[in-house]
């Protein structure tokens, strides 16, 4: 068991800190908003992740987990501190370290002599050897840095922390190296042992890779359009090629999330400040921007203008399972919605009932009461609750049943016979009416 503190209690913080709580741990939290620390003390997850509230409850009442604001309190006695704060674009497309710096700024001066820094957040690469710099700086005395990258996914993050495909530590020196790796003891994941700029490589590397993978699939989608083929069953297809593998081939209105979007464009500004062309990462960056209004062109064509249609959008986070609505494609979709003129109003399982104002859109409580009397429904995440929605029932609820699925949550099968009309993705079109 070692004493640990988590710098910043958002998604990989949160989860960081309570899954470590889970393998032994003592490990405290610490962020610098008071609402969040103060909703954690009252025993409330300051956000949705499924199995999250369980793991937090059951190590709180062991006594393995605590929350505060004071950096102090937070690392004095902490053998390893995992920094977990956000590295948001800047506007011009690198990451933003403000946040890295404040925190490291923030702990420096109360850390023991022999503790090790393990940066979790996405940074990056270089970034090790600038905060390490800054690290020694503030604390007067040289502090040892490892660089350990996050793979989790929001909305499984619970189980890839305890069965992560991989754990990665960066560091040129073995012995904070072996320290990191014992806290992940109880975890069987390999582990790859890297110089600290290699693993905050492989970290954008794979986040690109993924990306690639999500913006190649839409632009086959686009061609299965026009030449009449069906992108699940070429997807299908492909993935049983275990050199292609069938994750992230999935066609729709493309990624969003606090990651994809922002690794790729701080990757793409690292290689123009190295003066190398990357025509690839900039395709698929280019791809995935263009695809909500690539879609929306399907609503137009359809309706020639939607000025006063009443149109439902239907799932806004960036993906099922979370709460989180950072670079969403719903965003983009209702934006050019109301553009047209449509009368937009929203409806997710999680977002919903949280009470939120979000994007100055009204929220209906129930998917019936947001599909009744609307003209046109567009889905932009796939929530099991959506999926599990029978297509006959659009037209019970809708004045017309005009279907714009952005994430093929259904065979084009299901809607055959029906009175409605289903476009999704890369799939052929059923008109019912
Ligand atoms: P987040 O915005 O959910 O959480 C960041 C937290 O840090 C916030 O609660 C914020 O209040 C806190 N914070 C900011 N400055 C602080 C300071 N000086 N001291 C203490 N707390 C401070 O961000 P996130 O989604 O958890 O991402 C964190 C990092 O992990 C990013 O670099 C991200 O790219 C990376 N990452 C995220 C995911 C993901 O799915 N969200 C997955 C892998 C890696």
């Known amino acids: 068991m070692n004493k640990l503190a988590v710098i910043g209690a958002g998604y990989v913080g949160l989860v960081t800190g309570i899954c470590l709580a889970s393998c032994g741990h003592d490990v405290t939290c610490m962020d610098i908003d008071e609402c969040k620390i103060d909703q954690l003390k009252a025993g409330r997850l300051p956000l949705f992740e499924p199995g999250l509230q369980e793991l937090h ?21 902490a053998e390893g501190v995992f920094i977990a704060v956000g590295t948001p674009p800047r506007k011009d497309g690198g990451a933003d370290l403000s946040y890295i710096h404040n925190a ?13 820094i393990i940066m979790k957040s996405t940074v990056p690469v270089g970034t090790h050897a600038d905060v390490k710099k800054l690290l020694d700086r503030t604390a007067g005395h ?5 660089s350990n990258p996050e793979f989790l996914r929001e909305g499984s993050a619970v189980n890839d922390f305890f069965y992560s495909d991989r754990i990665v530590i ?79 081939l999935k066609a729709g209105i493309g990624y969003g999330g606090s990651c994809f979007p922002k690794d790729t464009t701080a990757l793409l500004y690292s290689a123009a400040q190295q003066n190398i062309t990357v025509p690839l990462l900039s395709s698929i960056h280019e791809v995935n ?6 879609f929306i062109k399907k609503v137009l064509d359809r309706f020639g203008s939607i000025e006063g249609k009443k149109a439902a959008v239907l799932g806004l986070t960036f993906k099922p399972n979370t709460d989180d609505l950072r670079r969403s494609p719903s965003r983009e979709i209702i934006n050019l919605l109301v553009e047209e003129g449509a009368m937009v109003t929203g409806y997710d399982p999680v977002v919903s009932v949280s009470g939120k104002r979000v994007w100055q859109i009204p929220l209906a409580q129930t998917m019936e009461e947001a599909l009744t009397g609307a003209d046109l429904a567009v889905i932009c995440t796939e929530w099991k609750e959506i ?25 084009v099968s299901q809607a055959r016979g029906l009175p409605l009309f289903y476009s999704s993705v890369g799939r052929p079109v059923y008109k019912g009416i």
């Open 57 to 77: 409850d059951t190590n709180t009442a062991k006594g393995r987990l605590s929350f505060t604001t004071n950096p102090e309190q937070a690392v004095q006695h």
């Open 104 to 116: 490291i700024q923030s702990i420096a001066p109360f850390l023991q002599k022999d503790s090790v």
């Open 142 to 146: 040289p502090v040892r840095l490892v």
């Open 170 to 248: 960066g560091s040129n020196d073995p012995s904070p190296a072996s320290f990191v790796e014992q806290l992940y003891h109880s975890i069987p994941s390999p582990v790859i042992h890297t110089d600290p700029q290699t693993a905050e490589m492989i970290k954008y590397s794979s986040n690109a890779f993924l990306a690639a993978k999500i913006s190649f699939i839409n632009e086959m989608a686009a061609l299965c359009e026009a030449e009449g083929a069906d992108i699940s069953m070429v997807a299908a297809g492909m993935g049983m090629d275990k050199r292609i593998g069938e994750h992230f």
């Open 289 to 294: 921007r263009r695809q909500p209004r690539v």
């Open 387 to 411: 999926i599990d929605f029978p297509l006959h029932c659009y037209p019970l609820y809708m004045k017309e049943a005009n279907i714009f699925d952005g994430r093929n949550c259904y065979p």
